[in-house]
């Protein structure tokens, strides 16, 4: 398998996972990895997150618990992300030189067979260039990182649409450090679930996930006139805009957050002055989408 081949001789390759495209590479070895933050044109002290084969390798990279066992044995292979004290083997590269490390294992069958074939862990983070928008799709990544990476494995959509959920692993609590298709509610069942703002990673920006056309919360106002303007819409029928881009047209969150970053993309591509977004319930996954909304618009000051 080309893929296998490349991973194996220290390249990056970008690969489905069941949330978004990741841009992997051998995660034990400090060369491969820093081929990712060429690529993505990434600051080195955004640490990277670990995607393993199996979870019997949780305790090779990490001081595990028995919490982050009864959370990697229900949501494993899926969309959360443990963070964990590291072992020595974890490259600094990875961590960005903190003592934690992140770890998931992908539920993609193309992600899996290929992992499975390499043997070993790979660091991926979304394959996109450092700031932009997730890619969701293969034609996405190829506009990120088309000539900078010698592979792009196609596998279609990807199911979640926006990133795992990642969960900070201390002795009896959680800290919810991104939002994801794993909620909290179903990690409150665990251990009390604590929101962490007050410790910033630099993936953690206020502006992540930013469309380059300006981007602002709609408040139900008819467009300005004399500008070109798009409409992220959730339930209304936009009039007066230049392109309007529904989220669900049943209102189904899951739908909502699959067609998320696609159709931000859509919008930021149309040569717009400006996307307004409206607001969506902030339930279930809604919270998760609306994390991503606000940073799209970066009207938050605060970390999450
Ligand atoms: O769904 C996902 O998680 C996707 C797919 C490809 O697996 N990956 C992803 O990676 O979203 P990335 O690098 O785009 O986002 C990883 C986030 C960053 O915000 C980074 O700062 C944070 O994880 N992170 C990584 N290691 C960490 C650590 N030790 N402690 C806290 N945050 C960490
Ligand atoms: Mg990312």
Redesign the pocket.
Known sequence: MEAVRLLSSGEPVALP?E????LAAAALDPTACARIFEAKERPFN????V?LPASGWLDELCESSPLAWRLAETFWPG?L?L?LPRREVVPNIV??H?N???V?M?AHPIFQNIIDAFGGPLA????NRFGRI?PTQASHVMSELGGRIPLIVDAGPCLHGI??T?V?VRSNRLFL??Q?PVTREQLERFAPVTERREER????LPT?YAPRTPCEFWKGDPPPAGLSVGLLAWNTRGKGFAQVEYLSDKQDLREAAAHLYTALRRLDEAGLDLILVERIPEVDLGVAIMERLVKATGSSQQSL
């Open positions: 996972t949330t978004v495209y990741g955004d640490p990277l997150i995607h969309p992300t963070v961590t960005a903190q934690t490390v992140a998931r992908s991926a983070p979304s394959a997730s990133e795992s990642i900070s450090c991104r994801g990673t630099p993936g953690s992540h």
